[in-house]
């Protein structure tokens, strides 16, 4: 831009002024007046209509697509947990957990008379010369064996009632007492069913001849005040 200079005539070329200032004659000094610069382009970072309307076509999309695959894993996993009908469960390789154990299968002996009180059933030959007294509590009844302490063979066998104390002799010998009890009796094979509780004394039973006498027992199969006795719990195979 060209202007010429009212005080003296020069011509002055004139470029963008910066903001605020004013252009003076650049022979006089002489102040030229207020010049306007040339309009500028600016960037605008103000996003149009169309592309915000696709923005939203595209977020509804995908909102779409993520509930509809939350829908798909959700039944997925439901699926695979439910029951397969034989007491297990089967789980999603995602949602690993440890198969529950199959449920024993229903006890369907059937109860019978208990043994006589006191009955011996003896497995070996032997004099039996030697005291044993067992008594037991109301309630549960129990079937006590003694066996060789060191064959561990069985010797004999004694069925006591509950509240009752069976006594009766055996042969000399170190023993160990193990005992099996429980309410209701199904037999030899089955004892007194599922419920059958199997213990044993932790200390052996020596009956043997001291002197002019024959030593003795009383076992007693429930707790009493000072009592000695000290039992542990043993599987079905080990009675």
């Known amino acids: 831009m060209v202007i010429t200079c009212k005080q003296c005539g020069a011509q002055n070329r004139i470029g963008e002024i910066p903001r605020g200032c004013v252009a003076v004659c650049g022979k006089c000094r ?3 007046g ?14 149009s209509g169309a592309t915000w309307a696709w923005i939203a076509i595209i977020g509804i999309g995908l909102l779409a697509w993520i509930v509809d695959a939350s829908r798909s894993s959700h039944s997925t996993r439901s699926k695979d947990s439910r029951s397969s009908g034989d007491g297990s469960y089967s789980y999603s390789s995602d ?14 002996e059937t109860e019978q008379p208990l043994p006589n009180h006191g009955k011996i059933t003896w497995y070996s030959a032997g004099d039996p010369v030697a005291p044993l007294e067992i008594k037991s509590s109301l309630g549960s ?4 064996k003694l066996s060789d302490y060191n064959s561990g063979k069985d010797v004999l066998s004694v069925f006591v009632h509950g509240g009752s104390t069976a006594t009766f002799d055996v042969p000399l010998g170190t023993y160990r007492i193990k005992y099996a009890s429980g309410e ?3 037999g030899p094979e089955h004892l007194f069913g599922p419920e059958t509780a199997y213990s044993k004394a932790d200390s052996s039973f020596d009956f ?10 009383t076992l007693t199969l429930y707790k009493v005040l000072n009592g000695n006795l000290q039992t542990s719990k043993i599987s079905p195979e080990e009675f």
């Open 34 to 47: 207020q010049v306007e610069n040339s309009p500028r382009k600016e960037k605008s970072s103000r996003i």
């Open 141 to 144: 009844h129990y079937l006590v």
């Open 95 to 108: 949602d690993y957990r440890s198969p529950s154990r199959p449920d024993r299968p229903p006890f369907t």
């Open 30 to 32: 002489h102040v030229l």
């Open 184 to 186: 209701r009796w199904y």
């Open 208 to 217: 043997q001849v001291i002197g002019n006498h024959v030593s003795g027992y």
